[in-house]
Structures are given as C-alpha cells and as structure tokens.
C-alpha cells in the first residue's frame, strides 16, 4: 500500500514503501513509471550530508559505477538529487534477500559458488579503479535465478582515493569486516576488499567472524593484532585460501581477484576430485606411516608395516583366498561395475602409486596458490617431500623440489637487492631445510641455488661508490650467519672484507663519494679512529643549483644583512640574485638553515651516504688550524682603510684564498657557515626556531676571531652573508647513536 505522507519526491518514481534504514541510507521500493517496473531507491540519511563538491564526485563516481557491466554487479539504473536535494540512485529490486539471512555451513558448494561469483564482480569493479570498501554479507543480495549479486557500492572509492559521502576522516566500512588498514584509516586499495571477502567466506564455512570484540574499536584491534584463526578440520581444505585472503600486510594477500579466483578453482579441484574409497584410505594411512619412518630404517620398516597389512587382511577374509584369486576378483569386480570396495586389496605398489598422484596434485595445487613451503603440513614443499620419502628419486618430485628451491633463491636475490634481510633468511633457512629433508634428490638444486646466491651477493656489493662506502657490506652484515651454512667462503669472505673497510683512514685523507663534493678525513681524539669528513670548500651556487633543479626547492626571503636599519634596502633578494653578482663557483647565500638540512639529505640520497650540517665542535676541530683567520691576504674578510685590499667587495671564488694547514678552504672568511645548534629551542613540539652560524664572512672586519665570531638567525631566513659547508660520517652510523 502506498504511503500517504511522501518524505520526498523524484520525478518518474512512485514511491510505494520503505524497505530499510542503514547507517549512511535509506532504501525505498518504489515503481519507475516510465517502465512500469519496480526499483529500489537508496538515498543517503540527511545527517551524513556532504559538501556540495563531494556531491558532485559522488554523482560522477556513482555513474562510473553504473557503466560496471557485469552478471554479479547489481545495476545502478538512475543517479540523481530528490526533491528535498538528498542524493539517491536506483536500482533493481532484489526480493530474495541478502546472503546474511543464509546458512552456508553444510553446503561447501554453495560457497564455492557464492566465493567464485564475488571474486569475479571484484575484479571488474577494481579493474575499472573502484574499490567496494564495504564488502559483507548485507551486501550480497540474490536476484530471482537466485545468484549473488555484489551490491551498495555507496561508499566505494575510485582510483582518485578521496573519500565519498562522508565527513573526512571517518572511517568507513563494517568493522567485523574491515582490513587492518582499513581500520587504521591509512589508504587502501582493492587488496582490501580482498580481505573483506576472506572474512565473508570464513563466516560462510562456519557460521562465525574469525575476529570479534566488545565494540568495533576491539573488533578492529583483533584485526590487526590477532592471528588467523584456524577452521574445522572438515573445512581444512579451505585454510589456505583464508591464510593468504586474511594476511596482515596487504603484500603478503592475494595481489588481484583473479589470483584470488585461481586458490577458489583449485578448493573447487580437490572437493571434486574422485572420491577415495575406504581400502584407498588406508593405504593412504599406511603411506603416511611408511614416510614417518627415518630414512635408514625405511627398507625394513617398509616391510614389516606391509606384511602387517598383509596378514591383517587375509585375517579378515573368511576364505583367505590366494593373491592370484583375490586380484582376480578385483579387477573382474571393477570390470562389472560390482566390486566390493570395502574388501578389495589393492597391491602395495598400486596404492604407492595412488597415493604418489594425490601428492603431486596437491603440490600443484598449492604451488598455483603460492603455498610454497609454509604453512607448514599444507605446502608444495611437503607434498614434493613425502613422495621422495616413499619413493627415493621419484622423478617428478625431483623436480618439484627443484623448482621450489630455484623459486627460493629468486627471493633471495630479490630480498638481498632490496637489503631485506628477514627475507633472505628466510628464503635461504627454507631451502636448507628442503635440501635437508631431500638429501641426495636434492644436490643438483642446491647447487645451482648457491650458485644463485653468490651472484645476488655479488651484485649487492658492486653497488659501492667508493672505498669508505660501508653500506652494502652493513646490508649484508646480519645475512652472515645464515649465508655461512649456504656457502662458508662467502660469507668468510665479506666478513673479512667488511673488517676491513671498517678501518678507518687517517686525518687528512681525500674522500669523494660518486655524485658528492670532495671532502678531507677530520681529525679524532687521540687513540680513536676518525669518524668524520668534512667538505673542502662551502657549498657553491652551482652545487646548490643542481639540488634546486632536481628538487623543485623553492628559495626563501633573505636579508642583506642582520642589521635591522637595513631592512628598507631588501628587495626580493633570494639566493639567485643576492644583490651583487656572483659566479657558479662563488659559494651560495641567502639560504636559510632549513635550505641547509634540505640539502644534505638530498645529498645524502643522491649519493648513499650519510651527509649532515657540523654540530659546533666539529666545525671548531676544522676551523682551529686555521688559527683566528684574520688579516690581509689570509681571508675573504673586510679590512680598515688603512689595510690592504683583498680584491673582492663581497663574495670570492671558492678556493681563492690559501687553505688553511688541514687543506680546508675559505674555513675563515667568505661565508659565515650554519651548524646544527639550535640557539632558542621552541615550545613543546614546535621544533627549534632559531639556529647558529659560526665564522668571519666578506662581511665582518678583521678584528674579529674566526673561532669566536657567531651569531643566530631564524630557521626558515637566509643572509647575504651566510651559506654552509656539509660533513659526512665515515662508519655509516648516524649521529649521537
């Protein structure tokens, strides 16, 4: 019966009576006048109403929605406001309900179909850049022929990952379902709904969530923090397929519906495959003792359990027929159709060979589902194993073993690239222990995974800028222990190598790092090793250039000088035009503190090794053999009238003037040079506002003591008179660690 009090209206649509209120909507049934058909109307609640500009991408997203084409996708037929401005689409309407209102539990068919249906409708949603975020059994409606149907994209996100009808930075979703990022609020992508459909399928198979709490903030914290929970063991099969769907990191999940797809085709595989009778049991059992055997003791042990089994049989037979007899009738039975199968006896090496194809099978199964060698009892890896233990040099699990060793050094080699150690280990502890188990069947693939091994090494340590460059051997320094018991000559070898890199050079040394200035070996206390370099000269405009260009760094406002009377004389000064001329080579001003640090960390990536700003002592220790620094001709400093004239009324060439006796440049005079000091520390988490800059500059008269001259300027202000020099660490340790 039709409503007499209409809450809105929408031209074209009768609305008949309301099905339902949700969180973020109400759902309508109404009937499309123009087709005389009946459609269901969402229209987003009046309290959750967004700015117009979210409107506007929710209506354009929802159309892009509209265009998904696909049998497992319910249709969104209309996009559009009503008549009180709320957002609302339409689309079929589904009588048959929403698959919470089903009981799954004894019907692993269903599931599977249920499971194959969404993981298809996912894939054309993430295909097209839409990300379902609320994916949960509310959502899954079934249409008359009764099939799923992903529905209430209302939420979704597109590739853009801005956030649609909701306040920002609400998270959104069904907290039973989320994935941990989802729960966190960080980005997502389709591997989420991924995990979503995971949580949906374990609910499925047993009637329950795999992660619950008192409240949603609990129920979400189990998400993060609580191991998958493990099936019934009549649903084992499926365990696989949750471990990966529900793995913490979104790395370690199924990458695409599709993969997804696959582990549902091969569950489809195994709960379809020919049903083993109760003689194949078994023998399956017998093959399973016959495995657990060690392997010394295997020839006896085979032919005990065998006569055991043997005698037990005929024990069983009222007629003890003879061997001869017994297969007769067993192959006569299967030939008619009417064998007994709870009497047949199967030759032993009839059910070897059985249960030698389940094996395989199962190992390609889990091999298609990226269940290599864990989790342990359900991977590729055992499966190869057990025939080997049965059947010493089976041919085809020779090479499975091998395959899955060869599949291990690639992650190796890829984790060793990428200075991911815990996965190296891994990689290299797993195939140790295949190799072990595998003994000799496994000789020729442990070779050539050695072999794979030392050439990964090998490419991690050419990637070396210089003599002093320790990076690549400190990235393989925590592999050592575990590369020893692969190959002991390679890692004696970086062990000893690594010893010797790490004695440092003497004061005084040059170091140049492959895209970084030339720099001198500091001093260190007595006894000690140096542990610093610092640069030659202070950074020049056409070194700062170069950081500029590649960093998009935009220039900061700068003052002439720190005299305030000054100030009316700035005029858009900045580090390209400080208000006198100056060459590529002249050493940069006008660049703040904040400029400084920017710099060196670009540095620091562009080269790969560790550079900073000197604290206070370190540029002291480089500044004192210089002495004072000052007077005519030792420094780019300002002299009195009656002096002498250095040539230079503001800055000079870097390098112009003598070096000072530890073959610095310009340590005194030119440019005062920021240091890592803060001079005002700020508030609580403000930072630091105010920073030092030590030393003479073409400004300062010389009078003045190079050691003693600082001054302070805010963060984020560069001077015409003051630019920097960098250091860098020898032992790759940061600073104060």
């Known amino acids: 019966m039709t409503n007499l009090k209409q809450p809105f209206t929408i031209p074209g649509y009768r609305l008949i009576r309301r099905l339902g209120v949700g969180g973020m909507a109400t759902v309508h049934l109404a009937n499309q006048e123009s087709l005389s058909r009946l459609v269901a109307i969402k229209v987003l609640a009046t309290e959750h109403a967004p700015s117009e500009e979210l409107v506007q991408r929710f209506e354009n997203e929802a159309r892009t929605i509209a265009r998904l084409d696909h049998p497992h996708i319910v249709q969104i037929f209309d996009v559009g406001r009503t008549s009180t401005g709320q957002i609302y689409y339409t689309m079929p309407y589904l009588p048959n309900g929403d698959l919470s209102a089903r009981n799954l539990r004894e019907d692993p068919e269903r599931v599977l179909g249920v499971m194959h249906a969404l993981t298809e409708a996912l894939g054309c949603a993430h295909d097209h850049g839409i990300v379902h975020r609320d994916v949960k059994p509310e959502n899954v409606l079934f249409d008359k022929l009764d099939r799923p149907m992903l529905a209430d994209f209302g939420i979704a996100l597109t590739g853009s990952q801005q956030p649609r009808v909701t306040r920002e930075g609400a998270t959104i979703g069904s907290s039973g379902y989320m994935s941990p990022e989802q729960a966190r609020g960080q980005p997502i992508d389709g591997r989420s709904d991924l995990y979503s459909l995971g949580v949906v399928c374990y609910e499925l198979l047993t009637g329950e969530l795999p992660f619950e709490g008192s409240d949603a903030l609990a129920v979400a914290l189990a998400h993060i923090e609580k191991p998958v929970p493990r099936l019934p063991v009549t649903r084992r099969i499926w365990q696989p397929l949750i471990d990966r769907a529900l793995a913490k990191h979104p790395d370690e999940r199924f990458q695409s519906a599709e993969e997804m797809t696959a582990a549902i085709e091969v569950i489809a595989r195994r709960m379809r495959g020919p049903a083993r009778n109760s003689v194949t049991r078994n023998w399956q059992a017998l093959v399973e003792r016959i495995v657990a055997i060690p392997r010394r003791q295997r020839a006896f042990g085979i032919a005990a359990l065998l006569v055991l089994a043997l005698a037990a049989l005929m024990a069983l037979s ?16 299967e030939a008619d159709g009417h064998g007994d199968d709870t009497t047949a006896t199967p030759h032993p090496a009839d059910a070897l060979a059985a249960a030698r194809v389940q094996h395989l099978q199962q190992a390609d199964d889990l091999m298609s589902i990226n269940h290599v060698v864990a989790p342990a009892g359900e991977s590729a890896a055992d499966e190869y194993l057990a ?15 091998a395959r899955i060793i060869e599949r291990l050094a690639t992650d190796a080699a890829v984790a060793i690239a990428a200075d991911n150690t815990r ?14 188990r595998a003994g000799e069947d496994a000789i020729p693939a442990h070779d050539a995974f050695v072999r794979a091994l030392r050439a990964a090494v090998e490419q991690r340590r050419a990637r070396k800028h210089n003599a002093l460059d320790l990076e690549p051997l400190l990235a393989l320094k925590p592999l050592l222990p575990t590369l020893a018991r692969a190959d002991t000559a390679l890692a004696k070898e970086i062990g000893v190598e690594l010893a010797k890199a790490q004695a440092h050079p003497v004061a005084g040394s040059a170091l140049h790092d492959e895209g970084g200035p030339d720099m001198l070996v500091l001093p260190a206390a007595e006894g000690a090793a140096p542990t610093l370099a610092i640069e030659v000269h202070e950074v020049t405009r056409g070194e700062y250039a170069i950081f500029v260009r590649e960093t998009g760094h935009v220039a900061v406002r700068c003052r002439a000088s720190q005299n305030l009377l000054a100030l009316v004389h700035d005029r858009n000064i900045d580090w390209r035009n400080p208000g006198f001329a100056q060459g590529d080579d002249h050493p940069v001003v006008c660049v703040s503190w904040n400029d400084a640090i920017a710099y060196t960390r670009w540095l620091s990536k562009r080269t790969g090794a560790p550079y900073r700003l000197p604290n206070s002592n370190e540029w002291l220790l480089a500044a004192r053999p210089s002495g004072k620094g000052t007077g005519c001709g030792v420094a780019n400093i300002e002299t009195h009238p009656n002096g002498c004239n250095d040539g230079y009324e503001h800055t000079a060439p870097a390098g112009r003037f003598a070096a000072a006796p530890n073959g610095l440049s310009d340590i005194s005079g030119n440019v005062s040079e920021w240091v890592d000091v803060c001079a005002k520390p700020g508030r609580a988490n403000d930072g630091c506002p105010v920073h030092r800059f030590r030393g003479l500059s073409w400004r300062d008269d010389d009078e003045e003591s190079n050691l003693d001259h600082m001054d302070t300027a805010a963060a984020d202000l560069g001077f015409a008179n003051v630019g920097f020099r960098v250091v860098r660490e020898l032992s790759g340790v940061p600073p104060g660690a």
């Open 318 to 333: 009222p007629h003890a027929p003879d061997r001869t007899s017994t297969r007769a009738g067993v192959v006569a039975g």
């Open 387 to 401: 025939v080997l233990a049965a059947e010493p040099h089976q041919a085809d699990a020779q090479k499975g073993v």
């Open 423 to 436: 996965i190296a280990a891994d990689a290299i502890e797993h195939a140790l222990a295949i190799g072990a």
